[in-house]
Nanobody
Framework: QVQLVESGGGLVQPGGSLRLSCAASGRILAGHPMGWYRQAPGKERELVGSRVYGSSANYPDSVKGRFTISRDYVKNTVFLQMNSLKPEDTAVYYC????????WGQGTQVTVSS
């Protein structure tokens, strides 16, 4: 069984930054992908990116150059650094881990507004 606990969401002004964290408990190996999705109101869930040991992250064009995913393989924690935030980044952000089955965090709200 894997549990994922997210933190770091909140309200930020356009142009600001936030860092999300997702701490995992359970049997997760470096070769298991961990990453982030987001879901804005009325839209489908969108992959933001993932990290697995030995590979670099890929990002959709909507966040490329602004968002960075990193991972602490010892502490089984994945991070999402979000810079130059825009109102269209407003969404609930979910972390996930693929360990055969896919596990999800509870989601954390990010609101970008002045």
């Amino acid at each position: 069984q894997v549990q994922l606990v997210e933190s770091g969401g909140g309200l930020v002004q356009p142009g600001g930054s936030l860092r999300l964290s997702c701490a995992a408990s359970g049997r997760i190996l470096a070769g298991h992908p961990m990453g982030w999705y987001r879901q804005a109101p009325g839209k489908e869930r969108e992959l933001v990116g993932s990290r697995v040991y030995g590979s670099s992250a890929n990002y959709p064009d909507s966040v490329k150059g602004r968002f960075t995913i990193s991972r602490d393989y010892v502490k089984n924690t994945v991070f999402l650094q979000m810079n130059s935030l825009k109102p269209e980044d407003t969404a609930v952000y979910y972390c996930y881990a693929d360990v055969g089955d896919r596990y999800w965090g509870q989601g954390t709200q990010v609101t970008v507004s002045s």
